[in-house]
């Protein structure tokens, strides 16, 4: 299939890409390549896929230009993984989240409409359930209130791909993707900077007492739940929780780093932030049943798996 990948640069985004390519799929990746974090990381993402895929250096707030791209390709699937991400960068950008999050949306889903893409699956967030206070979460829990703007573009995106579901006919599934980690992953992410200051004895920044809850997914687990959703022949309009159905504190994140690294943390305590969700905890069981999703990666070696990739990387 000839496949359109937003964000195919990205930590997500790339591993994804690498799994199409590996099926024989044709992909263009848009990526704006943003400064969010060092450019370079994500072109290194995809340099062993360069000459097997066709990369597009392209902000997606550009309408025209996002059309463009997609009258050009014609894509017969299209997966938008592109975002502004980070609940607290988006409490000091608003404008910036929901120019990128919603407007770039917008025109992703504009563009996969007028060349008759017939399938679309939208990246969106565990950060959606905010207020929410019934345990796991599933997938028909009314959402009354989100917590952060980077949330709420994530909520509105799920909402505009069920307007073009609706209105056109697209088949569109939304993936709620709960705190992913594993080799490649972003370095402003707890467990990179965590692993990153415990290896070199500088402290961590543990925000609140430490009884906040995550539900922590390893990127492998995510990539297969990703490409069930690639075929899933069910509801017109899908959302689907992809997490590890299990729930482990800040506290207890530490304690399995350190005991993972070999080291202990230094801790620097720090008051509670504005926007943190004090708990995520998914309920796969729709997954599981229509989308064949079978996570089989506990905290603990995937933590091992990532610290191997952190140690590599650092001596190559």
């Known amino acids: 299939m000839k496949i359109i990948v937003t964000g195919g640069a990205g930590f997500i985004g790339s591993h994804v890409t690498r799994a199409l390519v590996e099926r024989g799929h044709a992909v263009t990746v ?3 390549f943003n400064d969010f974090y060092d450019p370079a990381i994500k ?12 990369i597009v250096e392209c902000d997606l707030r550009n309408e025209e230009a996002t059309l463009q791209i997609f009258a050009r390709v014609s894509p017969e699937m299209t997966l938008h993984f592109a975002a502004r991400a980070g609940v607290r960068p988006s409490i000091l950008n608003p404008k910036l989240y929901l120019e990128t999050n919603i407007n770039g949306t917008l025109h992703v889903l504009e563009g996969a409409r007028q ?8 990246a969106s967030s565990s950060s959606i359930y905010g207020a929410t ?11 009354l209130q989100t917590l952060s703007p980077y949330a ?3 909520l509105a ?3 505009l791909c069920g307007n073009y579901s609706y209105l056109y006919g697209m088949r569109v599934v939304a993936l709620r993707f709960f705190t992913v980690y594993g080799a490649g992953q972003r370095p402003d992410l707890a467990i990179h900077r965590f692993t990153n200051a415990i290896e070199q004895g500088c402290p961590i920044q543990q925000f609140g007492d430490g009884s906040t809850r995550r539900d922590y997914t390893y990127i492998e687990d995510i990539v297969q739940g990703v490409l069930g959703a690639t075929t899933y022949q069910g509801s017109l309009f899908d959302i689907f929780n992809l997490g590890e159905y299990a ?11 350190e005991k993972t690294i070999g080291r202990q943390a230094i801790i620097e305590r720090l008051a509670e932030q504005k926007g943190d969700m004090p708990v995520t905890y998914a309920d796969i ?9 079978n996570p089989q990666t506990p905290l603990e070696s995937g933590l091992a798996k990532f610290v191997e990739w952190y140690r590599d990387k650092r001596v190559s």
Do not use: M, Q
């Open 30 to 32: 848009l990526d704006n």
């Open 43 to 54: 072109r290194a993402n995809l340099a062993d896929l360069k000459n097997h895929i066709e």
């Open 115 to 122: 060349v008759g893409c017939e399938r679309f699956i939208f």
């Open 133 to 143: 206070k019934t345990l796991p979460f599933h997938e028909d829990i009314p959402l």
């Open 152 to 154: 709420a573009t994530k």
């Open 157 to 159: 995106g799920e909402h």
């Open 247 to 257: 729930t482990t504190s800040l506290a207890e994140l530490i304690a399995l780093l």
């Open 285 to 293: 069981t729709k997954a599981k049943k229509l989308l064949g999703y």
